[in-house]
């Protein structure tokens, strides 16, 4: 517990969405839905292209949270999801996950996780509690 202060900045990940991703996660997970891979119907529905799924992005984060925790365990992961992340065609996407100790508690760690593409905040409200070892 000693390797944690409060105000503590974590080291970021990043992690690269495209389009492969977005299918692969669609047929993992039975999300289908056009705007995760059509990028008319995408448009026709008044997004600026195709988008991630908010789950597959809350996962990144939780990806993100679950190697903070190393051996330890994730108590808890909320979110909010604010904006999507949007993924043209032929493009590599960066989501950029990084965290702050919020709070030292009896055996764990508080932390506000902070999910960006680009200069977008994609979640909001970000926050884990995570037992270390």
């Known amino acids: 517990m000693s390797n944690y202060v409060v105000g503590q900045e974590l ?3 990043n992690f690269t ?3 492969e991703l977005l299918v692969g996660y669609a047929n993992a997970s039975g999300d289908q839905n056009p ?5 008319a119907f995408a448009k026709s529905v008044g ?19 679950s190697a903070i925790a190393g051996s330890g365990t994730v108590k808890e992961f909320s ?10 065609a032929g493009l590599d996407v960066e989501l950029i996950v990084s965290g702050k100790v919020l709070e030292i ?10 999910a960006m593409c680009g200069d977008i905040k994609v979640l909001g409200m970000s926050k ?3 037992k270390v070892k």
């Open 35 to 39: 705007i995760h891979q059509d990028e």
């Open 17 to 19: 969405i495209n389009r």
């Open 47 to 65: 997004l600026e292209n195709v988008i991630a799924h908010g789950m597959f992005t809350m996962a990144l984060a939780g990806r993100y949270v």
């Open 128 to 130: 884990a509690v995570v």
């Open 11 to 13: 080291a970021p990940h």
């Open 79 to 88: 979110a909010r999801f604010l904006k999507p992340v949007v993924v043209p």
């Open 105 to 114: 508690l009896d055996s764990a760690i508080k932390i506000e996780i902070t």
